[in-house]
Every structure is written in C-alpha cells, then in structure tokens.
C-alpha cells in the first residue's frame, strides 16, 4: 500500500519538538522524542494498511465526444460515493503526453455520503492517429488522517483521434457557397450543363439553340427549351498518395493531412449532390480502400480508413494503384488522384502509367505545392538572396506545369494548388466537371 502524509501528520510529529527543547540537561526527554516519532510512524503504517477505500465508491472516465485533430474535447471523471459515510479524495487523471491539456487533470473534493463529483477538463489533439491514456490516479484520506492512501483505478484506454470534419464542412462551405446552404435544409437539383433531363421552360435571350425543343415549340406556339439537371448517382473514386513527397510539412502538419481533410470535404460534397465516393491510399502497396458508396455511414467509414493513415518516406507506385482502380472500379469515375509533383523526370511513372485509366475513366491529378510560388516571383528581387529564390521558383514553377500539360495532354485533368487552398479549389473542380458534364 503505496502511502503520503497529510499535514495533520506533520503537525503531531512535530509536536516531539517540546520534549526536545527541554532536554538540555534531561537526555531522557530526547528518548521520549524518538519513541514518540516512530509510535507515529508505526501508527501512519498500521492506518495506511487498515484503511480501504469504501465498495459504494465508484469511479469511471467518459468523453465528451470523439477526438479531432485541433479539437478541444471535454474529458468527465466521475467519482460516486455510494458509501453510508463522507470521504474525501484527490483526483489525478493520465492524460496522452502528446495532447495539449487545458484546464486541471487533477482536483481534491469531499463527497458526503450517498453524493457524485466530476471532474472536467479539455483536451486538444494536435494530429491524427491512435492515443492511449492512463490510470486515473486516487488518494483518499485514511481513517485516522494522517495519510493520504494511494491507489490506482480505471484502466488504460486507448482513443482515436479522427481528421476534422468541421473542417472539411467549412471547406465545403467556402467552396459550394450559397448551393451547399440551400442543399443543408432541402433535397435540391443544381442546374448546369449535365444530361439528365429537368423541365421544360420558356427561351430566354442566351439559352443555347440545340436545348431547344422543337416539338414542345410547335405544341405550344412559342419557343420552348429543354432544362438540363447535373447527374447524380456518379462514382468519384480519391486516390490518396502515401508516399515520401507528402511527408513534407506546411506549418505544423503534412501534406498528407491537407489531403486527408480535402478528402473529406469532396466525400462530404459528394454525398450531398447524390453522387458516390469510394477511396484508396497507396504507397508502394495499397494501404486502403473503401469502395464507391455514400450515405453516412460511408462518411463515418471514410474517417475509420483514415485517422491511422501516416506517409511513408518510400516512392509511391503509380502503375500499381492505377491498375487496382481500374481491376476493381467498371463504372466510369472520376479519380481524383491527390499527390506531389517535382518534376517532369521525377513524375514519369505517373505520366507513363495514366493510360491504364483512359478511356473509362476521368482522371484528376491534383498536386499540393509547398508554398505559392507565383507570389515569390511576382515582386522584383530586391538582393542576391531574392533573386536567387526566384530563379529557383521560376525552374520548379516551369517543370510543374510542363508535367501538368502532359497529364492534360493524355486526357486527363490538372490541378496545382498550395495546401491552404486544396480543399475548395478540388470541390470547385468537381463541380465543374460536373455542370460540364464531363462524366
């Protein structure tokens, strides 16, 4: 039994000071002194040992939610004094290291019989992955009170800590605008330029002549035209590149994070415009993945696949994932394909392999560059120190953008975008695709 003194403790031994004051010239009373310290000390022993923490004395953990990645999360310790007596006690949780605490972890209460205590504090996730948190720590006063008995009670639990979906919901937000409001409240159709037939409507100055029904035309005497809805029930399938390139940070997280809530956002989008979202990760191999589907319970299978997933400081294999997708996904898709580019060199096995998706599918390659190197080149270079990061830009701008236009060349869609704005520009391009009716 594992055991600390109260101050009560320290106070009566302190009392053995008296006798020792008086002992000048009357040894016995230092004798006293000693006798009377280890009798309290032997008393603090024996009170250690025959205290118990009362059977009506309960104590659990519970959360206020799921973990997310910059998140505050409330975390409740219950204490319940089921006992026929008071008793006080000192609380202390283990909380995961890596976790930013606000708040106290730890508190002293008394608890009248038959009464309940909490304990509340916050805790933020600075990133994605599997945490596990402690023994919340408890000491409770002895019988005599004269110590405080230690023990130890709830188990180690371990928690998941997922990406933040209020996140990608403002992503989407920022992306969708007015539309995705309007689809919040009510089931709506977003016009466009899709193929799927809507209504009939009067011509306007502007409509395109081969919309014009001319037989509606002729059974009503004016000119009538065809309305055209988006299509629903289309497969996006997100190809999530594991590998070394997105091990690079921007700011405090990789840019597999920023890829990571992108996904979720496009899943998010996706789900609301009635369309299907299916999603693979890859390294060398393939990690993941989630066939086409949606609903919510997709989503919440899309955050079980992951809040694991960390890159890898290996090349990705291109061909290997390109030839998963189109062995495992016959309906036509668009495949967003979120990754790193350097080069034209270093992107050859990317280039070379793009064939293996076309003609059935539509393929998206979305790059996520470090920095905005349009804005280091757009000024004039002030020194040597500037004028030299910009030639450096300017080279790896140029390389970017000549294997872009070879993805394009091949039929496919290009997208180089900086991490702070992946997430509504790839929403932007989805819709596009869509009202274009590319799919």
Known sequence: MRFVFTKLFYLLVALAFIPLSL?????WLRWVALGYNVAMLAV???????????????ISREFGGRFAVGAETEV?????????????????????PQMILNGMREGRMHLEAQSTAMLIYGLTPPKRGRFEFGHTALRYLSRLKVVWCETKVTAPEAVKVYPNMRRAREA??????????????????????????ESMRDYVRGDELRHLSWTATARRGKLT???????????????????????????????????????LALFS?????????????????????????????????????????????????????????????????LVVLLTDLVDEEGSKELLTSLHLLRPRHLPLVVTIADRDLKAVVREAPTSVRELFTQSVAEEIIHHREAALRLVESQGGLALDVTAAALAPALLETYLRVKERGLL
């Open 23 to 27: 002992s000048w010239g009357r040894p």
């Open 172 to 197: 989407e937000l920022k992306a969708l605008g007015a539309r995705s409001v309007v689809s919040s409240h009510r089931k709506t159709s977003w016009r466009g330029e899709g193929r799927e037939f």
């Open 269 to 333: 989008a996706a789900a609301r415009a009635g369309d299907n979202a299916g999603l693979m990760v890859f390294g060398r191999r393939i990690k993941t993945y989630l066939p086409p589907n949606r609903g919510r319970d997709h989503i919440e299978a899309a955050l079980e696949a992951l809040y694991s997933i960390e890159p890898e400081m290996i090349e990705p294999s291109y061909a290997r994932a390109f030839e998963f997708i189109s062995a495992n996904s016959k309906r036509r898709s």
């Open 225 to 263: 035209t065809r309305q055209y809805q988006i299509e629903r029930d289309q497969t996006i399938l997100i190809a999530l590149d594991a590998g070394r390139l997105m091990t690079a940070r921007i700011e405090k997280e990789t840019k597999l994070d920023s890829a990571v809530h992108a996904t």
């Open 76 to 96: 409740r310790i219950h204490v319940q004094n089921g006992s026929d007596r008071a008793i006080t006690l000192a609380v202390k949780d283990e909380y995961p």
């Open 44 to 58: 603090a022993v024996v009170d250690a040992r025959r205290s118990r923490l009362p059977p009506g004395v309960h």
